[in-house]
T-cell receptor, first 115, second 117 residues
Framework: GAGVSQTPSNKVTEKGKYVELRCDPI?????LYWYRQSLGQGPEFLIY????????DSGLPNDRFFAVRPEGSVSTLKIQRTERGDSAVYLC?????????????FGPGTRLTVT | AQSVTQLGSHVSVSEGALVLLRCNYS??????LFWYVQYPNQGLQLLLK??????LVKGINGFEAEFKKSETSFHLTKPSAHMSDAAEYFC???????????????FGQGTILTVHP
């Protein structure tokens, strides 16, 4: 079956612009996660959804970052007034459930470059 | 709060040699532990996971890891390295202790494995 997909695969934008990153989870997965991976670092948690609601957004760095999942499937990560420090690979993952040892399946990521 | 420390950002081995990638974790509640592999320009792929059923866990591609509670470690090993094992490896911890830690993975910094002929 299809895995987690993310679009675009690469995004180059100018400082101050607005960007949207999209994630299509595996069909039937109720939990969806966003992580950010800076160069040379491990992924860092941003936010996760259980269904349509954001169950934990404690990893969002500031109020320029926002994510939605209106129908409990596709999610969009939105970044306003981008800064050069936002440059990173943004990873999306989904899993059947949030609890327990259910595996998180990762997408290929969106590489964001802010110039 | 939970954390993961991977000792050694780079590990280099000869083809056929033992692979040992170290991971130590900190968690206030019994954890779930994971090893992921990341090939260049690809997403993370699960190698194996510890779910408290058995302390020695076998994963894909001949990798295994042993959970040692007394040492708070979950080191990844493979008896004989192959050229195709060259990649970056991440250890991660997940706690179901409730609160803000519920559900999310906390990753280590990663270890780049190089395999030379």
């Amino acid at each position: 079956g299809a895995g987690v997909s993310q679009t675009p695969s690469n995004k180059v934008t100018e400082k101050g612009k607005y960007v949207e990153l999209r994630c299509d989870p595996i069909s039937g997965h109720t939990a969806l996660y966003w992580y950010r991976q800076s160069l040379g670092q491990g992924p860092e948690f941003l936010i996760y959804f259980q269904g349509t609601g954001a169950a934990d957004d404690s990893g969002l760095p500031n109020d320029r970052f926002f994510a939605v999942r209106p129908e409990g499937s596709v999610s969009t990560l939105k970044i306003q007034r981008t800064e050069r420090g936002d440059s990173a690979v943004y990873l999306c993952a989904s899993s059947l459930k949030t609890s327990g040892s259910y595996e998180q399946y990762f997408g290929p990521g969106t590489r964001l470059t802010v110039t | 709060a939970q954390s993961v420390t991977q000792l050694g950002s780079h590990v280099s081995v000869s083809e056929g040699a033992l692979v040992l990638l170290r991971c130590n974790y900190s968690s206030s509640v019994p954890p779930y532990l994971f090893w992921y592999v990341q090939y260049p320009n690809q997403g993370l792929q699960l190698l194996l996971k510890y779910t408290s059923a058995a302390t020695l866990v076998k994963g894909i591609n001949g990798f295994e890891a042993e959970f040692k509670k007394s040492e708070t470690s979950f080191h990844l090993t493979k008896p004989s390295a192959h050229m195709s094992d060259a990649a970056e490896y991440f250890c991660a911890v997940k706690s179901d202790g409730g609160g803000t830690s519920y559900g999310k993975l906390t990753f280590g910094q990663g270890t780049i494995l190089t395999v030379h002929p």
